[in-house]
């Protein structure tokens, strides 16, 4: 079972600054089975990246993904307003079997 | 457009048992794999389940073999959380999601509270 450990737990930041987060797995993951979900408070998670690095469908292109192997990385360039949310990455395993992260939350500093 | 509408959560007693209800619409329901997947109070997201677009595959979480199954209807559209011998655990907000390695559309969720 891989374990996907996401760091750090809460990102406090301003509008503009930089976001970078993190996601360790604890095997080997396939970058194409890697994700990366947003949710805001009282919403439904929103797809924001697959296959470690291709955004979905309308997501801004100050969201980006990158990593190999077990280390993931997810940037928003200059957080915006509404980009202040819960941040998960996910893995698809061979199992198969799907796994969240606990997440990180990017708040307002 | 496409949706995902979860229906019949509620306040269950321990051991009890509860079905939930997702409706697709929007997009062809019978070409794609969907997932339940749940979050506690408070908490992070937890997978749950999924089953393959013509329901021949359901893959389930240790924490749940046993005493969730996931079903589907393609006729209907709807997709299915069958909840036996619900436990204190088990207190979540469901969402049904579609896909398969990755989950694109997601429901807007649907209460259970486990308590007596």
């Known amino acids: 079972e891989i374990v996907l450990t996401q760091s750090p737990g809460t990102l406090s930041l301003s509008p503009g600054e930089r976001a970078t987060l993190s996601c360790r797995a604890s095997?080997?993951?396939?970058?194409?089975?890697l994700v990366w979900y947003q949710q805001k408070p009282g919403q439904a998670p929103r797809l924001l990246i697959y296959g470690a690095s291709s955004r979905a469908t309308g997501i801004p292109d100050r969201f980006s993904g990158s990593g190999s192997g077990t280390d993931f990385t997810l940037t928003i360039s200059r957080l915006e307003p509404e980009d202040f949310a819960v941040y998960y990455c996910q893995q698809y395993g061979i199992s198969p079997t799907w796994a969240f992260g606990q997440g990180t939350k990017v708040e307002i500093k | 457009q496409v949706q995902l509408v979860e229906s019949g959560g509620g306040v269950v007693q321990p051991g009890r048992s509860l079905r939930l209800s997702c409706a697709a619409s929007g997009f062809t329901f019978s070409s794609y794999a969907m997932h339940w997947v749940r979050q506690a109070p408070g908490k992070g997201l937890e997978w749950v389940a999924v089953?393959?677009?013509?329901?021949?595959?359901?893959y389930y979480a240790d924490s749940v073999r046993g005493r969730l199954t996931i079903s589907r209807d393609n006729s209907k559209n709807t997709l299915y959380l069958q909840m036996n011998s619900l436990r204190g655990e088990d207190t979540a907000v469901y969402y049904c999601?579609?896909?398969?390695?990755?989950?694109?559309?997601w429901g807007q969720g649907t209460t259970v509270t486990v308590s007596s």
């Open positions: 999601a579609r896909g398969y390695r990755s989950m694109d559309v």
């Open positions: 095997q080997s993951v396939s970058g194409s089975y």
């Open positions: 089953i393959l677009d013509n329901g021949s595959n359901k």
